[in-house]
C-alpha cells in the first residue's frame, strides 16, 4: 500500500513563528501536493511539486512555500504563521500520466496558531 | 463560486437506513469524477471513480452514478454502518489535469 506520511498530527505554533510541516512517501510517486482543508470551502490547492526541485503555485499560495530537495519528501513552510493559518493541512501524492489514478493523502495536520 | 457543489452539507440517519449524497459540477472538460470518504481526523479514502462513459458503479455497498449531460453524480449508501460516519467528499478532474473539490458532505449515522 502507499503511505503518505505526515509528520506530525497535531501542531499549536504562536503567531510570527516558522514553521515546517513535513510529508514523505515511499511509492516513487512523483506529484505531490499540499492543500489545506477548512470547514465549508472545501480542500484548497496551496502548492504542488511535479518533480523534485520543482514547485508550481496552487489556488493559495500566499504565506507558504515548499521545499522538494528529495522525491520522496514534500515540506510546507509558513514564514511567519498568523492566525488565519489555522487549519487542517492534507499533504498527497500520486503518479505522473495516470490520469484515472487518484491521490493517497496523508492522514494531515491539524496546525493551530495562536 | 465552487465548481463543485455537494449536498447536503450534514446529513444524520439511523443505521441501517439508506441515503444519498449528491454532487453538481461545473468542471468542463471533464476528465473523471471521484468520491472519498474522510474519516475524522484522517486524510480522505478513495471509493470510487467514474469516468465520462460510467453511469454507475458499486463499490461494496456504496455505488455512484454520474450523469455527464448534467453535470451530476451521486453516492448512495445502502444498510448504513456506524463506520460510515465520516465526511464524503467529490472531486472532479479537468482534462488539464485540474482537481477540484467539493465542501463534503457531513454524515451522521446514529444507533
Known amino acids: 500500500d502507499v503511505k503518505v506520511t505526515q509528520s506530525s498530527r497535531y501542531l499549536v505554533k504562536r503567531t510570527g513563528e516558522k514553521v515546517f510541516l513535513e510529508c514523505v512517501q515511499d511509492m516513487d510517486h512523483e506529484n505531490m501536493f499540499w492543500y489545506r482543508q477548512d470547514p465549508g470551502l472545501g480542500l484548497r490547492l496551496i502548492y504542488f511539486s511535479y518533480d523534485v526541485k520543482m514547485k508550481e503555485k496552487g489556488d493559495i499560495p500566499e504565506g507558504y512555500s515548499v521545499s522538494r530537495e528529495k522525491k520522496e519528501r514534500f515540506s510546507l513552510i509558513l514564514e511567519s504563521a498568523s492566525t488565519n493559518q489555522t487549519s487542517m493541512y492534507l499533504c498527497a501524492s500520486s503518479l505522473r500520466g495516470q490520469i484515472l489514478y487518484g491521490y493517497t493523502f496523508g492522514s494531515g495536520t491539524r496546525l493551530t496558531v495562536v | 463560486k465552487n465548481q463543485v457543489e455537494q449536498s447536503p452539507q450534514s446529513l444524520i440517519i439511523l443505521e441501517g437506513k439508506n441515503c444519498t449524497l449528491q454532487?453538481?459540477?461545473?468542471?468542463?472538460?471533464?476528465?473523471?469524477l471521484r468520491w472519498y470518504k474522510q474519516d475524522t481526523g484522517r486524510g480522505p479514502v478513495s471509493l470510487t471513480i467514474m469516468t465520462f462513459s460510467e453511469n454507475t458503479k458499486s463499490n461494496g455497498r456504496y455505488t455512484a452514478t454520474l450523469d455527464a449531460d448534467t453535470k451530476q453524480s451521486s453516492l448512495h449508501i445502502t444498510a448504513s454502518q456506524l463506520s460510515d460516519s465520516a465526511s464524503y467528499i467529490c472531486v472532479v478532474k479537468g482534462a488539464n489535469n485540474d482537481m477540484r473539490f467539493g465542501a463534503g458532505t457531513r454524515l451522521t449515522v446514529k444507533p
Open positions: 454532487c453538481n459540477y461545473t468542471v468542463s472538460p471533464f476528465s473523471n
